[in-house]
């Protein structure tokens, strides 16, 4: 059995190779002459999977490492009875810390108060529910909206409008991008949303770029109505706007979901599939190869002020992330788009809150809690 995968998924010749030979390709440059003869084809985002390129090949089963999936036609797929797999939820809480570490960033650094204000969590399935959960230990008042969801449960009462989303403080998004049916989500962030926000929005997109209208953001940051703006994915990547980029306030080149914990996940809800589609019983303890964390145990002996946020950011400092991505404005016209996909390729390894335990020598109950709920054991030395 011949497998071809895309070469920044992790672990995938461990995991797959008892199914057969395992090829790895960037995932921009797989074509049909290259899965012509191969059985399998394992994807990420940037690989637009549909009948160009599997018409006249051999695969029989279609597996992506992400949570969505908008680069597969799935339609072709069903017609032509090839299985197709995704990971959902497999990213889910790498994309959740980064919406706490940015948020972090932004009170810590850019005198933006977080204390008693209202987040919009705009979609609230995988990513959106955990966002929900952890941003009450910042002192954020979650503000649900995910109308699909809604209608499935009859309208509850837990959830609010678009509409009324648009008063908040905060607004982040974190939905699939739907260019058709009943909550189509592309350029749903336009002039027409902009002009509805109070002055000082901040906004957060790590979903889709296309679900926020470039030229619509850009203006609305020089308007100020948009005080603060955290950019993880953009339109036309890899070739993304320099000139938004210039006035975002953090941007990164959409990695919000790649802590290690998250790419691993996904691999492996991929083997778990195949497993299934082969009648094969899983095998493969993929947590035995996992590398240690950086910080096994932060020792907290202070009470200083800003404690959470430097806490998070020796975990996860998404200002280097930032850094790295305003590097491709040095770079020629020619050079960005590869240098925004090498970004991706060589991103370090980051690995989720859970894997650091605090063990705090003196009592601070109130940190431990906002740690705890964002996802950090917590040690507390008994007197």
């Known amino acids: 059995m011949l497998i071809i995968a895309d070469e920044n998924i992790p672990y995938v010749k461990e995991g797959f190779a008892e199914f057969g030979d395992v090829v790895t390709v960037h995932g921009r440059k797989i074509t049909k002459d290259i899965i012509k003869n191969a059985d399998i084809l394992l994807v990420r985002s940037i690989t637009k999977v549909h009948a160009d390129l599997i018409d006249g090949t051999s695969i029989r089963f279609v597996g992506t490492a992400t949570i969505g ?17 995704s990971a959902p939820g497999s990213n889910a809480n790498s994309v959740a810390e980064y919406v706490v570490s940015a948020l972090l960033e932004l009170e810590q650094n850019h005198g933006y ?37 809604a209608e499935k449960i009859n309208n ?55 679900v926020v209208e470039t030229e619509s953001l850009f203006n609305a940051i020089e308007q100020e109505t948009i005080s603060h703006s955290i950019i993880d994915v953009w339109e036309n990547e890899p070739n993304i706007n320099i000139d938004l980029l210039k006035k975002v306030t953090i941007g990164t080149p959409h990695i919000a979901g790649y802590s290690f914990d998250g790419k691993v996940n996904g691999t492996y809800q991929l083997y778990t599939s195949l497993c299934r589609f082969l009648n094969r ?47 491709i404005q ?16 060589n991103y370090p390894v980051r690995r989720e809150f859970h894997n650091t335990s605090i063990r705090f020598n003196q009592d601070n109950p109130i940190l431990a809690n906002q740690l705890e709920r964002l996802g950090f054991k917590i040690i507390r030395d008994k007197k």
């Open 330 to 345: 040095e770079k020629d016209v020619k050079e960005r788009g590869p240098f925004f996909d090498l970004l991706r390729k």
């Open 281 to 327: 019983t899983p095998t493969w303890d993929y947590k035995k190869i996992l590398p240690d964390p950086p910080y096994k145990e932060i020792l907290v002996s202070t009470n200083e002020p800003m404690l959470l946020h430097s806490i998070v950011h020796k975990i996860y400092d998404i200002t280097a992330d930032d850094k790295s991505l305003r590097e």
């Open 113 to 149: 108060k977080l204390q008693g204000k209202k987040i919009g969590i705009v979609g609230v399935g995988n990513v959106g529910s955990r966002v929900a959960k952890k941003v009450p230990a910042l002192g954020l008042f979650p503000v649900l909206c995910d109308p699909p969801l």
């Open 69 to 85: 999936y908008d680069h597969i036609d799935l339609a072709y797929l069903n017609s032509k009875g090839i299985t197709f797999s």
């Open 156 to 210: 509850h009462p837990l959830f609010e409008s678009f509409e009324n989303i648009l008063d908040c403080d905060i607004i982040t998004f974190h939905v699939p991008l739907e260019k058709t049916g009943q909550y189509p989500t592309y350029h749903i962030a336009d002039k027409n949303f902009f002009a509805k926000l109070k002055k000082g929005t901040v906004l957060i997109n790590t979903s889709r770029g296309a």
